[in-house]
């Protein structure tokens, strides 16, 4: 089993900035990749960023030059720093991981609450 802890969501004027962060813990070996995934009120949930173990990244278009993400790999943790947001951003962001072993589960964190105010 894994257990994720994510953290860093808030409430934010536009064009402010915050950092997620998520831990993972458990029966790991290797996780890959690692990533965050967003949910607004009435839409599906949607990749966000995502970052594979030997530093190539993904990125939705809508957040391109001004999310990054980041991962360190010694602590298993994966960072999203998120620059110049707007009320678009608002969503539940989760933080989902891939442990590599046959089976390759998925596991994904409890969410955490980003809010933009205009």
């Known amino acids: 089993q894994v257990q994720l802890v994510e953290s860093g969501g808030g409430l934010v004027q536009a064009g402010g900035s915050l950092r997620l962060s998520c831990v993972a813990s458990g029966s790991i070996f290797s996780i890959d990749p690692m990533g965050w995934y967003r949910q607004a009120p009435g839409k599906q949930r949607e990749l966000v960023a995502r970052i594979f173990s030997g530093g190539r990244t993904n990125y939705a278009d809508s957040v391109k030059e001004r999310f990054t993400i980041s991962r360190d790999n010694a602590k298993n943790t994966v960072y999203l720093q998120m620059n110049s947001l707007k009320p678009e951003d608002t969503a539940v962001y989760y933080c989902?991981?891939?442990?590599?072993?046959?089976?390759?589960?998925?596991?994904w964190g409890q969410g955490t609450q980003v809010t933009v105010s205009s």
């Open positions: 989902r991981v891939v442990v590599l072993s046959n089976t390759r589960p998925e596991y």
